[in-house]
């Protein structure tokens, strides 16, 4: 079956940092494209970054270019999103995905990361 | 770039048909064959539901289609179940300087 497992979220101040993890079951994870997709609380869905099968090749949304980092570990199966300088706005559900010819398929369950002081 | 324009909101009564849009631009929708549709319930992640316009993964019933005219995309959803209610949601690829464009959301009721 194929799985995508997110985990990290938390409450955590402006400011802060926080790292998510993405463990994937199920797919040849050493040859896919990975984005993370942000859903903040009764909005739509936002791109947030994405990186190549082997982690040369990264890009980022604007609005969180030079705050996150996206990395992998293919010995693990397992995709990383590292956030720096969290603000209020960067609240949301934070999904993985992969990404293969532009569809995003399969999803992960979300993982809820909270800035609030 | 902005996002892709979806009605807020569709209705329909068990068993017609209802056909959410989605606009966009010759740089993404019109552009390209890469239009791709979600399905989300309340509180759990996005299903793909239709690829590349109008394809449909396994699994997705054939209830389920796609279309595009021009920079506009069009999922139509026949003969309407209770379970289909949730939110859908468009993207589209629009060049590689714009990776993940997606639409607002259109929240799709069931009478």
């Known amino acids: 079956e194929v799985q995508l497992v997110e985990s990290g979220g938390d409450l955590v101040q402006p400011g802060g940092s926080l790292r998510l993890s993405c463990a994937a079951s199920g797919l040849t994870f050493s040859s896919d494209w990975m984005d993370w997709v942000r859903q903040a609380p009764g909005k739509g869905l936002v791109w947030v970054s994405r990186i190549g099968p082997d982690g040369t090749y990264t890009s980022y949304a604007d609005s969180v270019k030079g705050r996150f980092t996206i990395s992998r570990d293919n010995a693990k199966s397992t995709l990383y999103l590292q956030m720096n300088s969290l603000r209020g706005e960067d609240t949301a559900v934070y999904y993985c995905s992969r990404v293969e010819y532009w569809k995003f398929d399969p999803w992960g369950q979300g993982t809820l990361v909270t800035v609030s002081s | ?111």
């Not at chain 2, 017609?16 to 390209?32: A, E, K, L, M, R």
């Not at chain 2, 299903?47 to 997705?60: A, F, H, N, Q, T």
């Open chain 2, 1 to 111: 770039q902005s996002a892709l324009t979806q009605p807020p909101s569709a209705s329909g009564s068990p068993g017609q048909s209802v056909t959410i849009s989605c606009t966009g631009t010759s740089s993404d929708v019109g552009g390209y064959n890469y239009v791709s549709w979600y399905q989300q319930h309340p509180g759990k992640a996005p299903k793909l539901m239709i690829y590349e316009v109008s394809k449909r993964p396994s699994g997705v019933p054939d209830r389920f289609s796609g279309s595009k005219s021009g920079n506009t995309a069009s999922l139509t959803v026949s003969g309407l179940q209770a379970e289909d209610e949730a939110d859908y949601y468009c993207s589209s690829f629009a060049g590689s300087n714009n990776l993940g464009l997606f639409g607002g959301g259109t929240k799709l009721t069931v009478l």
